[in-house]
Protein backbone atom coordinates (compact mmCIF):
# COMPACT_ATOMS: atom_id res chain seq x y z
CA UNK A 1 0.00 0.00 0.00
CA UNK A 2 1.20 3.22 -0.81
CA UNK A 3 2.53 5.69 2.11
CA UNK A 4 0.94 8.61 3.25
CA UNK A 5 4.14 10.84 2.08
CA UNK A 6 3.94 9.22 -1.62
CA UNK A 7 -0.02 9.87 -1.76
CA UNK A 8 0.62 13.57 -0.24
CA UNK A 9 3.01 14.38 -2.87
CA UNK A 10 1.41 12.59 -5.79
CA UNK A 11 -2.20 14.41 -5.08
CA UNK A 12 -0.52 17.99 -5.06
CA UNK A 13 1.00 17.23 -8.36
CA UNK A 14 -2.09 15.94 -10.26
CA UNK A 15 -3.95 18.57 -8.72
CA UNK A 16 -1.61 21.08 -9.76
CA UNK A 17 -1.76 19.04 -12.84
CA UNK A 18 -5.45 19.78 -13.20
CA UNK A 19 -5.15 23.37 -12.58
CA UNK A 20 -2.46 23.95 -15.05
CA UNK A 21 -4.88 22.10 -17.95
CA UNK A 22 -8.06 23.97 -16.77
CA UNK A 23 -6.03 27.63 -17.55
CA UNK A 24 -4.44 25.75 -20.83
CA UNK A 25 -7.98 24.80 -22.35
CA UNK A 26 -9.18 27.81 -21.46
CA UNK A 27 -6.47 30.43 -22.75
CA UNK A 28 -5.92 28.31 -25.76
CA UNK A 29 -10.34 27.88 -26.81
CA UNK A 30 -10.58 32.04 -26.05
CA UNK A 31 -7.91 32.79 -28.14
CA UNK A 32 -6.02 34.64 -25.13
CA UNK A 33 -2.70 33.13 -26.40
CA UNK A 34 -0.72 33.40 -30.26
CA UNK A 35 0.72 32.26 -32.17
CA UNK A 36 4.30 30.28 -30.60
CA UNK A 37 3.18 31.01 -27.31
CA UNK A 38 0.02 28.70 -28.43
CA UNK A 39 2.66 25.54 -27.64
CA UNK A 40 3.85 26.80 -24.86
CA UNK A 41 0.29 26.99 -22.91
CA UNK A 42 -0.82 23.78 -24.20
CA UNK A 43 2.34 21.96 -22.93
CA UNK A 44 2.06 23.76 -19.58
CA UNK A 45 0.22 21.07 -17.85
CA UNK A 46 3.35 18.58 -18.42
CA UNK A 47 5.65 21.13 -15.71
CA UNK A 48 3.31 19.37 -13.05
CA UNK A 49 3.56 15.86 -14.76
CA UNK A 50 7.08 16.16 -13.34
CA UNK A 51 5.61 16.64 -10.38
CA UNK A 52 3.90 13.21 -10.71
CA UNK A 53 6.88 11.61 -12.48
CA UNK A 54 9.01 12.98 -9.07
CA UNK A 55 6.78 11.67 -6.45
CA UNK A 56 6.38 8.27 -8.35
CA UNK A 57 10.36 7.67 -8.30
CA UNK A 58 10.53 8.63 -4.78
CA UNK A 59 8.03 5.96 -3.43
CA UNK A 60 9.50 3.56 -5.66
CA UNK A 61 13.31 4.45 -4.15
CA UNK A 62 11.33 4.15 -0.60
CA UNK A 63 9.16 1.13 -1.14
CA UNK A 64 10.92 -2.28 0.18
CA UNK A 65 12.38 -5.16 -1.35
CA UNK A 66 8.75 -6.58 -1.83
CA UNK A 67 6.98 -3.48 -2.55
CA UNK A 68 9.63 -3.12 -5.28
CA UNK A 69 9.15 -6.62 -7.06
CA UNK A 70 5.40 -6.36 -7.06
CA UNK A 71 6.22 -2.67 -9.08
CA UNK A 72 9.05 -3.97 -11.16
CA UNK A 73 5.96 -7.13 -12.84
CA UNK A 74 3.57 -4.23 -12.97
CA UNK A 75 6.10 -1.86 -14.92
CA UNK A 76 7.02 -5.00 -16.35
CA UNK A 77 3.61 -6.05 -17.62
CA UNK A 78 2.66 -2.41 -18.67
CA UNK A 79 5.68 -1.70 -20.91
CA UNK A 80 5.23 -5.31 -22.76
CA UNK A 81 1.10 -4.90 -23.06
CA UNK A 82 1.31 -1.47 -24.08
CA UNK A 83 3.85 -2.12 -27.17
CA UNK A 84 1.73 -5.49 -28.10
CA UNK A 85 -1.35 -3.80 -27.57
CA UNK A 86 -0.22 -0.44 -29.56
CA UNK A 87 1.94 -2.67 -32.44
CA UNK A 88 -1.33 -4.84 -32.80
CA UNK A 89 -3.27 -1.57 -33.39
CA UNK A 90 -0.72 0.30 -35.70
CA UNK A 91 -0.98 -2.45 -37.89
CA UNK A 92 -4.72 -2.63 -38.25
CA UNK A 93 -4.64 0.72 -39.02
CA UNK A 94 -3.16 0.07 -42.22
CA UNK A 95 -6.34 -2.40 -42.65
CA UNK A 96 -8.04 0.67 -42.62
CA UNK A 97 -8.89 0.96 -38.97
CA UNK A 98 -9.25 5.14 -38.15
CA UNK A 99 -6.03 6.67 -36.67
CA UNK A 100 -6.18 6.71 -32.62
CA UNK A 101 -4.59 10.08 -30.75
CA UNK A 102 -1.65 9.79 -28.68
CA UNK A 103 -3.62 11.17 -25.53
CA UNK A 104 -5.24 7.11 -25.89
CA UNK A 105 -1.35 5.82 -24.56
CA UNK A 106 -1.77 6.94 -21.52
CA UNK A 107 -4.75 5.88 -20.29
CA UNK A 108 -3.92 2.29 -21.50
CA UNK A 109 -0.49 2.21 -19.96
CA UNK A 110 -2.33 3.28 -16.40
CA UNK A 111 -4.69 0.40 -17.01
CA UNK A 112 -1.75 -2.12 -17.83
CA UNK A 113 0.21 -0.72 -14.71
CA UNK A 114 -2.77 -1.17 -12.42
CA UNK A 115 -3.85 -4.88 -13.55
CA UNK A 116 0.07 -5.44 -13.21
CA UNK A 117 -0.10 -4.75 -9.85
CA UNK A 118 -3.13 -6.99 -9.02
CA UNK A 119 -1.09 -9.61 -10.89
CA UNK A 120 2.72 -8.80 -9.31
CA UNK A 121 0.28 -8.63 -5.96
CA UNK A 122 -0.94 -12.25 -6.43
CA UNK A 123 2.72 -13.49 -7.71
CA UNK A 124 4.00 -11.98 -4.44
CA UNK A 125 1.31 -13.72 -2.38
CA UNK A 126 1.78 -17.39 -3.88
CA UNK A 127 5.35 -17.35 -4.07
CA UNK A 128 5.06 -16.17 0.35
CA UNK A 129 2.73 -19.26 -0.13
CA UNK A 130 4.86 -21.40 -1.43
CA UNK A 131 7.75 -20.51 0.58
CA UNK A 132 6.05 -20.94 3.68
CA UNK A 133 5.01 -24.51 2.59
CA UNK A 134 8.64 -25.28 2.09
CA UNK A 135 9.41 -24.03 5.25
CA UNK A 136 6.55 -27.15 7.15
CA UNK A 137 8.34 -29.66 4.70
CA UNK A 138 11.39 -28.35 6.44
CA UNK A 139 11.00 -29.65 9.70
CA UNK A 140 10.30 -33.42 8.76
Not at 42 to 53: N, Q, R
Not at 56 to 80: C, D, M, N, T
Not at 100 to 113: A, E, K, N, Q, T
Request: charged share 15%.
Amino acid sequence: MPGKRYLIEFVVALLAYGLLMALSLVALNNGWVQGGMRTVVAIAPMVACVGIWGAVVRHLKRSGPEEGRVQLIAIGFAFAGTALLTFTYGFMEFAGFPRLSMFMMWPLMVLLLVVGQFLGRWLQGTADRDEAEGDENDDE
